[in-house]
């Protein structure tokens, strides 16, 4: 990050002045006015705001709270410690950590050196970024979405080890910059860069941690990127072999991590790219079945059928 940018973060906020100064605790007042400590967007939100960034607030512990938003955590520079729904995560330089509504957080005293910056999101600023992802069916993306939305109440975080990531770690410092210095088209720059950032971790879901485990996350994200990549030949024996797993034993946990067979998960991968060459080619439906992968032009056409409601000629001349 640029260093004109971490000494403005770095900065001893009026908080963190009163926190020196012998103060205990934090001043439950500026995060909420209700009793529990759910912080609150609104005291930290102007109004009519989706998206804003505070510098982490550093010299005391953040008792157990959770939020009323969507909060992205990036570590800037040193070390932060937080204990999510139990599970002790250390965010590290150019670490990013997504948390959802479902998700009960504490955070161990940072030191002065430890810059962390707090993005503090309402649901709706994400609208731009899920147009951008395609409205096509994708494991990948609904498994991201589903749990950055809360909709999989398992998984209440995601934590994403991208320091190495250059295009990620400059989208990351262009929202920070944008927000903190008040540019203009905050809004519309941000929202599509969010959008830019969310198909940049698609391609980096083996460098994820989930609320589960990172065995679970690493599991399924091998999974469905063999699936993105191999929908045409792939098999699931060929993709235990890859993994070193027992093809029956493979077969079950992704069953039960997904809710979907492997056979499923193909051939929805398989049927919507049948569709996005329909849309988007002059091939022939022949020749699409084949790039597709099936080599039973009678079977395709059933299943189509069965998922869309018309023949392939049909969707096509629908659109």
């Given at each position: 990050?640029?260093?004109?940018?971490?000494?403005?973060?770095?900065?001893?906020?009026?908080?963190?002045?009163?926190?020196?100064?012998g103060r205990q605790g934090i001043d439950q007042q500026i995060y909420t006015e209700?009793?529990?400590?759910i912080v609150d967007s609104e005291k930290l939100l102007q109004r009519g705001k989706l998206i804003e960034v505070r510098p982490h607030t550093r010299f005391v512990k953040f008792p157990r709270h959770r939020h009323n938003y969507v909060e992205v955590i990036y570590m800037c520079q040193g070390t932060t410690t937080h204990y999510i729904n139990g599970n002790e995560v250390v965010l590290e330089p150019g670490d990013l950590l997504f948390l959802n509504q479902n998700s009960e957080q504490e955070i161990l005293p940072a030191g002065e050196k430890d810059i962390?910056?707090?993005?503090?999101?309402?649901?709706?600023?994400?609208?731009?970024?899920?147009?951008?992802?395609?409205?096509?069916?994708?494991?990948?993306?609904?498994?991201?979405?589903?749990?950055?939305?809360g909709k999989n109440e398992q998984m209440s975080y995601l934590y994403f080890h991208v320091a190495d990531v250059?295009?990620?770690?400059?989208?990351?410092?262009?929202?920070?910059?944008?927000?903190f210095y008040n540019m203009g088209n905050k809004r519309s720059c941000n929202q599509i860069t969010m959008g830019l950032?969310?198909?940049q971790l698609l391609n980096y879901m083996d460098k994820m941690e989930t609320g589960s485990s990172r065995f679970d996350a690493e599991l399924i994200g091998n999974v469905l990127n063999y699936i993105e990549e191999h929908y045409k030949t792939g098999s699931l024996s060929e993709l235990a072999e890859m993994m070193n797993y027992d093809v029956y034993w493979?077969?079950?946990?992704?069953?039960?991590?997904?809710?979907?067979?492997?056979?499923e998960l193909l051939q929805a991968k398989r049927m919507n790219q049948a569709v996005y060459?329909?849309?988007?080619?002059?091939?022939s439906v022949s020749d699409i079945i084949e790039s597709v992968g099936y080599d039973n032009t009678s079977y395709?056409?059933?299943?189509?059928?069965?998922r869309y409601g018309v023949s392939p000629k049909e969707y096509r001349k629908g659109l």
């Open positions: 990050m640029h260093q004109d940018l971490i000494k403005a973060l770095s900065v001893i906020t009026e908080e963190e002045q009163s926190i020196l100064d209700k009793k529990e400590l962390a910056v707090n993005f503090i999101i309402l649901p709706e600023f994400f609208n731009m970024a899920f147009s951008m992802m395609g409205t096509e069916e994708n494991a990948l993306k609904d498994f991201l979405v589903g749990t950055l939305c250059l295009p990620i770690q400059n989208l990351l410092e262009n929202m920070v910059w944008t927000i950032l969310l198909l493979l077969s079950r946990e992704i069953k039960k991590r997904t809710g979907k067979t492997y056979k060459l329909l849309s988007n080619s002059r091939l395709f056409y059933r299943k189509f059928k069965e």
